[in-house]
Structures are given as C-alpha cells and as structure tokens.
C-alpha cells in the first residue's frame, strides 16, 4: 500500500459509525451534534435520507438546522445518478452552492462517466467553483484558468473578489505589499521570505481571476447580441403571425379593421377554454397535448367570429375606409369588455411539458422551446399562405376577386363568398398567432391592442397586399424593437421605430415591395 493511504473502513464498522453519528444528532451538546454532521457527510451514504427527513419532521428547530446541510447534500449527491441529464445538472449546481469540499469526490466520480455535454459542463463549472472557494493559492488559480476557459458566468462575482484582493494583511490585519512586507512599522522594508511567497501567489490568484473576467466578459457580449437576436426573431414570429391575417383583410380586401387585435385575444381565450376543458373533463395524463387541440380551435373561434362579423357589418362597409375604422373600433371596445366581464382582468396558460425548458446551443445561450415553437409555427403559416394563395385554385380566385371585382362576377366567380371567407380566414390567423402569444404571456382582455399598432406597421411597409414585404418587414420592426428597448425602453423605443416608419414611407410610399399591374389601378 502507498504512503500515506488509508484503507477504506469495513462496511460493518462504516455503518456503526452512521449509527453511531445518526444517534449524536440528538445529542444537547452543539460540538457533539456538529462532529455527528460531519460523520453523516463525510460517509455519504443516502440510504440514511428517510430516517433524516423523520428525524427533521419531529426534532425541534436547532436539531432541523443541523441536518438540513446532510439532507441537501446527500440528496444532490443521489440526484447525480438519476436518468435525466437535467437531473444531474440541477444537483451539480445546487452542490456548487453549498460549496462543501467533500462534495469534490462525488462530482469527479460522477463527470468520469457523464455522457451528456452539458451536464458534464455543469460538473466541471461546480468543481471549479468549490476548488476557487478553497484556501490552496495554486488551485484557486487553477480553477480560474479552468472558469475562465468554460466561460462560466456563474463565477464572476466570486472572481472580481478575488481579482480586488490581491493585497494581503498579516496576522495582525496590517495590509502587506506585493513582497509581503506590512505598510507601517520599523523594518517595513525587510520582507520574510514566506510574506513574499504569499504575496507572489496572491498576485498570482488575481492575475488569472482577473484573465478569466475578461474571458468570460468577451464571451458575454457575444453571447448577448445572440440572445438579442433571437429574441427580436421570436417577437418578430409573433409580429407575422398577426400581421399575415391583417395583411389579407387590410392588404388584400382594403378593410382597417381596428378589432383585428381583439381576434388575437379570443385566440388566446379559446386556448384559456381548451386548457382548462382537458383539466376538468379529461385524464391528468393527457393534459399535454392539449395545446395541439388548441391551435385549430383557436383559429376557428376567431374565424367564426370573422364570419359572423362580415356578414352583419363589414359587408355593408366595403370601399368606405373611414365608417369601417370606427366601426370595428366600437367592436373592439364591446370585446374587450365582454372580455373583462367574463373572464376578469388576468388569466394564465400553462404551457405543455413538451414546450418547457430550451435547447442549450452554446455556453451562456439557451433557446426556449415555447420561442422555437413560434418560430416555426410562423414559418409553417407563411409557407401554408403563399401555397393557398399562389398554387390553388381558392387562391386563384381571392386574387381575381381583389383585383377586379366586377371581372370576377362576370366569370360567375363568387365575390360574395370570397369576401367573406377571405375575412374569416384573416381573423383565424390573428386568433392563432393569439394561441402562440399564450405560450410566453398572460391572457388578458387588452392583449390585442399591443400588436394591432405593429402589425399595421408591418403591413404598410412591407408594401400592402405583398406577402414577401410583410415577412421581411416583421422581422425588421421586431428585430429593432428589441435592438432599441435596451438603450431606449420599452415606450420610447416604440416612438422611435414609429418616427423611423414614417420617415420610410416618405421617401418610399408603396413599402418595400411595391404592388405592380392592374392591381395599381383596383
């Protein structure tokens, strides 16, 4: 046997010892209470966690304060065996937390066979954050290069506290300089060589924490200006979805409707109803998939409505802009309060299991899986349009049908139907893009009128009537919108942005995309 090595203790006399330990933690004396603690952790052994948790429930408060620190660690310590990788990672953090040095053994034990990138991530960063919390001058400064190489913005407040105290004190508390001599006194001058190593490896601690800072600082802004952007692509999602329906109804049929948001709130209630439909009527287990029940129901309740509203008003309206601004604007003041009286002034969604949590792509860059979904469910819309309209025989006609309406009656095309279910098909967007909304918002009656003042903005630039110019314009609305709220906030960024549209128009009328043809004429 090497020097130096201990033999681990026999299994029998291990468990007398975890008796034994578990038996002190009654025990009146703190000192006696304090070494069982130490006992129980330096064993390890979570077979002892359900006789803890009945000793917590029935001791009195100081005895429920001592074995808390146990119950943690040997919980997290069980956790890093668990089947899921989020599992590990989660018990790997909460152990580089509580910071206790035994924990070390397990984190190695457990990343030597960790098949997961990132939980293996996790364990490094929590190894390295308990070796910079220790006292060993070389090791700190190990582990710093080690933060600093994984990018761990996790250790940076405990790095700039090593980076600006790289001045020691002696015994004493007296500050010493860099060669470890104090800063007053008779033979300041004449430093001890053990204060001068001090002093050396001190400096050493800082210069590499402060190295890692400036790594992991550089990092960051990379890591912010994509996080921005996704951000801005998600809302710009958001953004599309909404200004596609406007885009047909307002950019195809000429109608300002002013209630289109509010087609986006009963979206948003309809998936409310559907959430709670499966909570009270169905199994638990099949609550997940809820949310895909939601989509077309969301879409219909909004498009029947659309229908509904067509044929008692909008019809009687076409080719008088002004009547059909304020006539859809008292229609969305009645949703909203219907809204309001029914459902009250707040509801919450809960998102399905399937869409929580995110897709780790690089350190400090996590995608939400509810922001990918919008994302891809906006694309799915904008494909689905463009084949509707350009590839089908419907499409054919609502295009014959707003460019000539006169034409088309003559060629015993159905302008009437087409108008309406045109205008329905248009608010089930808005009603849709209102589901999406719910998987990262509240629901409440005002929700619409958020999007309804962008979404004509979209629309208006990116060339009314042209589905490429709505695409491209929400993404440059939603991209500034959160390139600008840093700096400018929430509000004035929208003025902004405001100001910028308008200046656009003036020197380009017909938006990005200009409409070309016959259609100029209609």
Request: proline share 3%.
């Given at each position: 046997m090497a020097e130096g090595s201990e033999a681990a203790p026999p299994p029998a006399a291990a468990s007398t010892e975890i008796e034994q330990a578990l038996k002190d933690l009654a025990s009146e004396d703190a000192a006696v209470q304090e070494a069982a603690v130490q006992t129980l952790i330096a064993q390890g052994d979570a077979g002892v966690l359900p006789r803890l948790e009945e000793m917590r429930l029935n001791g009195d408060r100081s005895l429920r304060l001592a074995i808390k620190s146990v119950i943690d660690l040997l919980k997290n310590k069980e956790k890093l065996r668990s089947r899921r990788p989020e599992e590990r990672r989660s018990a790997a953090a909460d152990l580089a937390t509580i910071g206790k040095?035994?924990?070390?053994?397990?984190?190695?034990?457990?990343?030597?066979s960790e098949p997961d990138r990132w939980a293996r991530y996790t364990i490094e960063e929590s190894i390295s954050l308990i070796k910079l919390a220790g006292s060993d001058p070389a090791?700190?400064?190990?582990?710093?290069?080690?933060l600093g190489d994984l990018r761990s913005q996790n250790a940076v407040p405990l790095l700039k506290e090593l980076a600006g105290s790289s001045t020691l004190r002696d015994p004493q508390g007296r500050p010493k300089d860099d060669r470890g001599a104090t800063g007053s006194g008779q033979g300041s001058e004449q430093a001890p060589s053990a204060g001068s190593g001090q002093g050396d490896q001190a400096s050493q601690v800082a210069q590499a924490a402060q190295e890692a800072i400036e790594r992991i600082e550089s990092w960051g802004s990379w890591t912010s200006a994509i996080e921005t952007l996704f951000r801005g692509i998600s809302l710009s999602s958001v953004l599309l979805l909404m200004a596609l329906g406007l885009a047909i109804i307002f950019g195809l049929m000429g109608v300002i409707n002013m209630?289109?948001?509010?087609?986006?709130?009963?979206?948003?209630?309809?998936?409310?109803?559907?959430?709670?439909?499966?909570?009270?009527?169905?199994?638990?287990?099949?609550f997940d998939y809820y949310f895909l029940l939601a989509m077309p129901c969301s879409f219909l309740a909004a498009g029947l409505f659309g229908l509904v509203l067509?044929?008692?008003?909008?019809?009687?309206?076409?080719?008088?802009?002004?009547?059909?601004?304020?006539?859809?604007?008292?229609?969305?003041?009645?949703?909203?309060?219907?809204?309001?009286?029914?459902?009250?002034?707040?509801t919450s969604v809960v998102a399905p299991s399937w869409l929580s949590g995110g897709l780790q792509v690089m350190v400090g860059v996590q995608l939400p899986y509810n922001r990918l979904f919008i994302i891809a469910l906006a694309a799915l819309c904008v494909v689905g349009i463009h084949l509707l309209l350009f590839r089908t025989g419907v499409g054919l006609k609502v295009r014959a049908v707003m460019q000539n309406r006169d034409m088309s009656a003559c060629l015993a095309i159905p302008t009437r139907k087409v108008d309406a279910y045109t205008f329905a098909f248009g608010s089930g967007l808005a009603g849709l893009a209102g589901c999406a909304l719910t998987l990262i918002g509240n629901v409440e009656p005002g929700l619409g009128q958020n999007y309804i003042v962008d979404s004509f903005m979209v629309v208006v630039t990116g060339g009314v009537g042209k589905l490429a110019g709505t695409v491209a314009a929400s993404l440059g609305i939603g991209g500034l919108n959160k390139l600008l709220e840093p700096s400018f906030g929430a509000v004035y960024g929208k003025?902004?942005?405001?100001?910028?549209?308008?200046?656009f128009l003036q020197r380009r009328p017909s938006g990005l995309f200009s409409i070309k043809g016959r259609q100029v004429e209609s």
């Open positions: 040095p035994v924990a070390l053994t397990w984190l190695e034990a457990a990343l030597a090791v700190k400064a190990a582990a710093a290069a080690k209630a289109h948001g509010e087609f986006m709130m009963l979206g948003a209630y309809a998936t409310f109803l559907t959430q709670e439909g499966f909570k009270a009527y169905l199994p638990g287990g099949l067509e044929a008692s008003l909008i019809r009687f309206l076409y080719g008088r802009p002004l009547e059909t601004l304020l006539a859809t604007w008292g229609v969305s003041l009645v949703l909203i309060q219907g809204a309001r009286v029914i459902f009250g002034d707040l003025v902004l942005i405001l100001i910028l549209v308008i200046l």
